[in-house]
């Protein structure tokens, strides 16, 4: 991947001129049974992008999301939780920012809590609604109270199916398909494998079979392979979304 703050003005010029694909890992910190690090949801996000090369510009990752403490507490475990009504105002900012240095082409990804994203929980929709607010904001300053009653937005419906509706220009997606055929949960099988894959100097193994934690019964059965599938899910799922060349 390329990264942003390593981009000179004449490179980000060029990269908005071809439409690439600009991308802000979304994850959060929270604990992971003893086996795994605090940031999983993160490193899984970050780590799958890495392998998508040059196609791509990444933004600095976000990594302070709504964690929460349905998990685990706060004291020693690694959770950090940053209510989500903080993050709202920021998303916007930085979503305004990147719209009026005239990218078209937006998206975030996270992995945290996306099982049920149709729905949304804390940290996406704060992402989600402030990626909406902001492009509503820029289109009625820029185009005026009205704009899309305008008659120049007769098209709109059939621009909406040729991907060219306005409100694409910031999406948020979760690392995994819907339906993705790759287990779903946490700090257990699928998420062990996941860091096997992409972070394995994190994975400490003597430490799966604490018997301390229901969500982690099954962490001693992943396997590499395992998480390497959920890798090639993962980025088949983002070349779709992002519009790249497999």
């Known amino acids: 991947m390329t990264d942003f703050a390593r981009l000179r003005p004449h490179q980000l010029q060029e990269a ?11 994850g959060v910190l929270e604990y992971h049974g003893q086996h795994l690090p605090a940031g999983v949801d993160l490193l899984a996000v970050t ?17 302070y999301g709504a ?8 004291e020693g475990t690694g959770t950090l ?15 305004t920012a990147l719209i009026k240095a005239g990218f078209r082409n937006i998206h975030g990804v996270i992995h945290h809590q996306t099982e049920g994203f149709d729905q949304g929980m804390p940290t996406d929709l704060a992402f989600r609604l ?4 902001a492009i509503m904001r820029h289109l009625e300053a820029t185009r005026g109270p009205g704009w899309w009653g305008d008659r120049a937005m007769r098209d709109y419906y059939a621009d909406q199916a040729r991907a ?13 398909p819907k339906g993705a055929g790759f287990p779903f949960d946490h700090a257990g099988k699928g998420e062990t494998a996941l860091m096997q894959a992409l972070a394995p100097e994190t994975v400490d193994m003597a430490r799966a079979q604490d018997g301390e934690h229901w969500y982690t019964a ?17 980025l088949a799922h983002l070349r779709d979304v992002f519009g790249l060349k497999s």
């Open 47 to 63: 780590e799958v992008l890495d392998r998508l090369g040059d196609q791509i510009i990444t933004l600095p990752p976000f990594a």
């Open 81 to 95: 939780h940053i209510d989500a009504n903080a993050i709202l105002p920021l998303a916007e900012g930085l979503f």
């Open 130 to 133: 402030a990626g909406r607010t």
């Open 218 to 234: 099954d962490a001693g059965q992943a396997t590499l392979t395992l998480g390497e599938t959920g890798v090639e899910i993962a």
């Open 16 to 26: 908005i001129a071809v439409n690439t694909p600009v991308v802000l890992p979304i």
């Open 67 to 74: 964690a929460s403490h349905a998990v685990a507490g706060p």
């Open 164 to 176: 060219a509706d306005p409100f694409n220009w910031i999406r948020i997606h979760p690392l995994f």
